[in-house]
């Protein structure tokens, strides 16, 4: 199901060609085509759930009991607005629903009963389905048109380069300060402040040193400075120079 929203669209485009060159034989209909869409009906918005309801309506659950021939319909309802996933997961009589968690490589699936009375239990779930691994080549395709594979990135040569990056991955994860400022510097060296001539020191105080949270590296010490503009270091310091 694709709204009106025009980065959807493209996207819903790269994962079509996606899905039909991973499974073969596939048939995809996208919903804002001219073989399902209808001319006088508003199209799918994100941001209106009466007027996703209507579309639902009169183009989706149409399209629905013409094509499905006494096969179930499941919904897949990852992905999306508020509002749309509301319209659509009332809106017709799903077998049953699929919802991807954020983080997690598996489908949860619910069954909906719409007919429940008011306090109980709406959705009962159907269990779980492991998802199998996606490739970044996967993960490119689906957000460009193309891409090329080159070499390997260099940094991978280094024995400490899968390690020193999962390092940082959780420092930033649980907001270390000392990573947090060293990040804030680089991104004033390398983007706010590039292109001025003039430049001084940051300072990173003594208790958020950096060579404590990779001391197996040797990649960070006090002797290393970074230059960034608008900043002195003073003393009782660390520095980093660029």
């Known amino acids: ?74 919904l897949n309802l990852t992905g999306g607005t508020k ?70 990135n260099p940094f991978r040569k280094h024995p400490y380069s899968t390690q020193l990056a999962e390092d940082i991955f959780m420092g930033l994860d649980r907001q270390d300060e000392g990573l947090l400022d060293l990040f804030n510097a680089l991104t004033r060296i390398w983007s706010d402040e590039r292109d001025k001539k003039i430049s001084s020191l940051v300072k990173i105080q003594p208790d958020l040193a950096l060579e404590r949270f990779f001391p197996q590296y040797g990649c960070l010490a006090s002797r290393n400075m970074v230059t960034v503009p608008g900043k002195f270091c003073t003393e009782g310091v660390f520095c980093l120079r660029r």
């Open 1 to 74: 199901m694709v709204s009106d929203f025009k980065p959807a669209r493209e996207g819903a485009e790269n994962l079509k060609t996606l899905l039909e060159q991973e499974l073969p034989g596939i048939c995809i209909y996208r919903t804002d085509s001219d073989l399902i869409a209808a001319p006088d009906v508003p199209q799918l918005t994100g941001d209106d759930a009466i007027i996703a309801q209507q579309w639902m309506a009169q183009v989706l659950q149409p399209f629905l009991d013409k094509h499905r021939k006494n096969r179930p319909c499941w």
């Open 83 to 152: 509002a749309t996933s509301l319209a659509l997961s009332s809106g017709y009589a799903w077998a049953g629903i699929d919802y991807k968690p954020a983080g997690k490589n598996y489908l949860s699936s619910y069954q909906i009963n719409l007919k429940q009375a008011p306090g109980a239990e709406v959705f009962t779930s159907l269990g779980e389905k492991p998802l199998p691994p996606v490739t970044p080549q996967q993960v490119a395709c689906i957000y460009n048109k193309s891409f090329e594979e080159k070499s390997p």
